[in-house]
């Protein structure tokens, strides 16, 4: 649906629901909506953000399809984030990855593997590539420490800027100004929501997801996604650590901290992206938005193979499969890192700022009170 036909049916079913306020309970989208009469299209971005798709205001709602007045909340706010992850982006040029994100995710990493194939034989040689090697910096025998080090910084800090720039747009588009950024008490506030995914509790009993029945399965996975990338990234931090600090090369030990924490985190991954590609698999089309569900499976199965890839290198580190699984797992590590700004990992950015605005409308709210 073109963007100004789609801010048009947006402000239509939010006057309805706006009317009704049958399902002010379930989240902050609806106690966010009730603080405004009309709906333009910063509000609609910003209230779009703020939707976790937990979908029980669907299955509540009496004005949903097959009535008349057709309402669908949760389509609806998927759409808008689509368009709010596309507009925002930076450069523009790059935005239409989120159009055709899969397609775009696997060609990207179908391009890692070969460049990284390619300059390990031409550079390093098949005769290292396949051999065993052993003991400390035996990594760094297949790909050179300069080559595994300075190509996923710059690649992280383009990332890092991609990120600033979004939430910037989003902040000013949103119709909040710089000085509400110092409000440390909504900040703290928003990241407890963050962490703990609070309205992905829905009413209290969990999602309607993947149908109408209550469960908080989905909540429960995302929790091990999003922690399972917080342990991997600890994992990786302490490594860099060791390797620059105290001058101790990769591989480590099994029970080092880097082993543990990646470990850890790999498996925390490897269940939650399954069980979230389960549930994205059972559940109801209707209250969908294919765009996201695309790009949503794109980002799972990325992360999925790259800790898949991980813990078996992890196993077979000591073997000659190790050249192999290594230059595997960096391409797919590349390519999750080079993808990250263009696909589902944009809605942490978004999603947070939305709920950092929304603590500042509360805090506002509850001072007036006073």
């Known amino acids: 649906m073109p963007l100004p036909e789609l801010l048009k049916e947006g402000e239509r079913q939010m006057t309805i629901c706006n009317a009704c306020r049958y399902c002010e309970g379930y989240c902050a989208v609806f106690p966010a909506m009730e603080l405004r009469r ?36 949760p389509k609806l706010m998927a ?24 397609l775009a995710v696997a060609l990207i990493i179908a391009a890692s593997l070969v460049i990284i194939f390619f300059l390990v034989l031409r550079f390093i040689g098949r005769d290292v590539l396949f051999a065993t090697h052993l003991g400390e910096g035996a990594f760094y025998r297949v790909v050179p420490y300069v080559a595994m080090t300075i190509p996923p910084l710059v690649i992280a800090l383009y990332g890092l800027v991609v990120f600033v720039i979004g939430a910037v747009r989003f902040w000013r588009e949103t119709g909040s100004g710089l000085s509400d950024i110092i409000d440390l008490k909504a900040f703290w506030g928003a990241t407890q929501d963050a962490f703990g995914l609070t309205y992905m509790k829905g009413g209290g009993a969990g999602c309607n997801y993947p149908d109408a029945g209550f469960s908080q399965s989905r909540r ?17 931090s302490v490594a860099a ?5 105290l001058d101790w090369q990769a591989p480590y030990p099994l029970l080092s901290w880097p082993v543990v924490l990646g470990t850890v ?8 992206t399954v069980g979230l590609l389960y549930l994205k ?73 939305a709920l950092v605005r929304y603590a500042i409308e509360q805090r ?7």
């Open 220 to 236: 429960w996975f995302h929790h091990l996604v999003f922690y399972g990338f917080l342990l991997d990234f600890a994992s990786t």
């Open 265 to 272: 985190g790999g498996v925390g991954l490897v269940i939650g």
């Open 281 to 353: 698999w059972k559940s109801d089309r209707d209250p969908a938005e294919e765009r996201m569900l695309r790009m949503d499976v794109a980002f799972l199965l990325l992360l999925f193979s790259t800790s898949v890839t991980g813990l078996i290198l992890l196993a077979l580190r000591d073997t000659a499969a190790m050249g192999t699984l290594l230059v595997i797992h960096l391409a797919l590590v590349a390519g999750l890192f080079i993808t990250l700004p263009y696909g589902k990992f944009a809605h942490v950015v978004y999603r947070y700022a």
């Open 79 to 102: 759409e808008l984030r689509a368009d709010t992850y596309s507009e925002f982006s930076w450069p523009a040029i790059l935005s239409g990855l989120f159009k055709r994100n899969l």
């Open 364 to 370: 506002r709210i509850e001072a007036q009170a006073h």
């Open 38 to 73: 009309t709906f333009s299209k910063s509000d609609l971005v910003y209230l779009a953000n703020l939707c976790f798709d937990c979908r029980d205001c669907y299955y509540a709602c009496q004005y949903a399809p097959p009535h008349e007045f057709a309402v669908n909340v």
């Open 241 to 245: 650590f060791y390797d620059h600090f």
